[in-house]
Structure formats: structure tokens, C-alpha cells
Nanobody, 122 residues
Framework: QVQLVESGGGLVQAGGSLRLSCVASGRTSSSYTMGWFRQAPGKEREFVASIRWSGSTVYADSVKGRFTISRDNAKNTVYLQMNILNAEDTAVYYC????????????????WGQGTQVTVSS
């Protein structure tokens, strides 16, 4: 089992920045692909970004150029740096992990965090 704990969410004004963190514990492995998803009220959970053990990344079109995913394998931590935030980024952000090549859909994730709320005021 792998446990994921997110932190770093909060309230920010449009145009501002936040950095989310996700710490993994348990049967962790740097071989896991890590990802971030988000879910706004009344909407389905959607892909944001993912990063493989090698450091290769994939981003949703809606966040390209604004968000950056990174990982520190020594600390079992993955980050999501979010810049130029807008109201459409408001959602609960979830960290995910899986022993897969990529995580771009919720079904590909084997483990989930509890989520952290990000609210962007316009």
C-alpha cells in the first residue's frame, strides 16, 4: 500500500501562484508514475499533469505553460507549481500514483490522496 498526503492548497487571487506538495509513504518506489488531477464541483475528475520516474512529464492543454510538475525521489515527494491561476483552476486537487507508464486518466491510478482545495478568486 502507498499513502499519499497533499498539502499547499488555499485561497489565492487570480494571477497568483501556489505550490502543491504530495508526500508518499508506505511501499513507495521511485518507479511509480505520479500525477495530479482536479475536480471542480459538479464536474468529473480531470487530468492535470503527470511525471514518470525518469522525469518525463505530460500536461493537460489547459495548464501547459502555467503549471510545472516535478518530483524529488529522495523525499518521496511530487510538486505542482501553479502560476497565473484563474477562476477555472478552482477545484480539489488530488495526487495519484501508479505503476504504469503514464497517468492521464483516473482509471490508471492505483493510489489517491485525500485532496487539497484550491480556490482562485477573480
Amino acid at each position: 500500500q502507498v499513502q499519499l498526503v497533499e498539502s499547499g492548497g488555499g485561497l489565492v487571487q487570480a494571477g497568483g501562484s501556489l505550490r502543491l506538495s504530495c508526500v508518499a509513504s508506505g511501499r513507495t518506489s521511485s518507479s511509480y508514475t505520479m500525477g495530479w488531477f482536479r475536480q471542480a464541483p459538479g464536474k468529473e475528475r480531470e487530468f492535470v499533469a503527470s511525471i514518470r520516474w525518469s522525469g518525463s512529464t505530460v500536461y493537460a492543454d489547459s495548464v501547459k505553460g502555467r503549471f510545472t510538475i516535478s518530483r524529488d525521489n529522495a523525499k518521496n515527494t511530487v510538486y505542482l507549481q501553479m502560476n497565473i491561476l484563474n477562476a477555472e483552476d478552482t477545484a480539489v486537487y488530488y495526487c495519484a500514483a501508479g505503476l504504469v507508464v503514464a497517468i492521464t486518466t483516473p482509471s490508471q491510478a492505483h493510489y489517491w490522496g485525500q485532496g487539497t482545495q484550491v480556490t482562485v478568486s477573480s
